[in-house]
């Protein structure tokens, strides 16, 4: 039964791949990805070796709170194939399930062990590095195996009335719908989504008077955490509505701006609050770029989920992310005429079906 489990997976990524790279320049851009990337491995591994100090062998025990989301998220699979399926009562069954499971694991700590191996040698201590990963995987996945899933229910239940309520309302009311499921809780989207930003500006102020005189390591991380934290509650899209826009006659540009109209804002404030501080000109060029990365992601997610499914966007859109950020390393020139000429390739995904009922 576990196999069926593993088989009905592995097809819908098989088809999630050849919906997301199904034409000959696709393909191309897949292959130079993958090649680009396995170069960057080979110069890196031909490198001096890492050096590290000797306490970074404690970020092996970072593989807990990977372990921990890693089976959280293999669990909440499992769900919805038992919700959701044409094969859930496989995704009922024990075995079934612990064998799913177990897979999940065998993909992710290989990786991870690789990870804290590179990070014990760097530091000189591989034998201690092994043994805090082991520990940390193992409390991680314990953890995550006890500790009850307290997610919220009501999301597909208020997505599926957001077509509806957005043809009634035009563009303030899809935007509203948009900062809604990008903010906390339903009701005043407007507002809420006004005091998630105040409260990132005011941290940043705070976080950026607090470090002053500390080191640099510091400063950064406390200048970038609140709009970090914002950026990836604004990462929450509403799939099946901005597949419903194009159909609806709202054209690309005004989905680009809806979604990135809170990061864009989030910018602005934290911008604002870094200078304020006195923070340099290297906090603001972070600031930018974290920003544009959020951004960019969520346009190009909005232009492709109309005619797509959400899993075959996302999947497609973090392996070219994977292959930019490599390009990026090498050649960075190759890497934003590849982000132009993609971003135009789902701009006119989403222009073409612009009043077509899908």
Not at 36 to 47: D, K, M, N, P, S
Not at 84 to 95: D, N, Q, T, V
Not at 234 to 250: E, K
């Amino acid at each position: 039964m576990a196999n069926r489990l593993i088989r009905y997976d592995a097809l819908l990524l098989r088809r999630n791949l050849a919906d997301g790279f199904r034409g000959p320049a696709d393909i191309v851009l897949l292959l130079a990805m993958a090649a680009l990337a396995a170069a960057w491995l080979r110069e890196r591994i031909g490198a001096a070796p890492l050096s590290l100090p000797s306490e970074a062998v404690w970020l092996a025990a970072l593989a807990g709170p990977a372990a921990f989301a890693w089976h959280r998220l293999a669990r909440r699979r499992l769900a919805r194939l038992a919700e959701h399926s044409p094969i859930a009562p496989a995704a009922l069954e024990r075995r079934s399930r612990l064998g799913y499971l177990r897979l999940a694991h065998v993909l992710a700590a290989p990786l991870l062990l690789a990870a804290a191996g590179l990070a014990g040698s760097a530091a000189g201590r591989p034998v201690a590095a092994l043994g805090i990963f082991i520990l940390a995987y193992g409390a991680g996945t314990g953890l995550a195996q006890i500790i009850p899933d307290r997610r919220r229910r009501g999301g597909m239940a208020a997505a599926s009335t957001a077509p509806a309520e957005a043809l009634g309302g035009g563009r303030r009311a899809v935007l509203a719908l948009i900062l809604r499921r990008q903010s906390f809780g339903r009701g005043r989207a407007f507002a809420r989504a006004g005091l998630m930003l105040a409260a990132s500006f005011a941290l940043t102020l705070a976080a950026g008077w607090w470090s002053e005189g500390r080191p640099e390591a510091l400063r950064f991380a406390l200048l970038l955490s609140p709009s970090l934290l914002l950026l990836l509650r604004a990462a929450r899209l509403d799939a099946g509505l901005l597949a419903f826009l194009p159909a609806a006659g709202f054209r690309p540009g005004f989905s680009a701006f809806a979604v990135s109209a809170l990061p864009a804002a989030s910018f602005l404030l934290a911008s604002l609050a870094a200078m304020l501080t006195g923070a340099g000109l290297a906090v603001l060029a972070v600031l930018a770029l974290l920003h544009l990365g959020f951004i960019l992601a969520g346009i190009a997610r909005a232009w492709l989920y109309p005619g797509r499914s959400a899993r075959s966007v996302d999947l497609q859109l973090q392996l070219e992310g994977a292959g930019l950020a490599v390009a990026a390393f090498l050649l960075p020139p190759l890497a934003v005429a590849a982000l132009l000429w993609r971003l135009w390739h789902f701009h006119r995904h989403c222009r073409d079906l612009r009043w077509v009922q899908i």
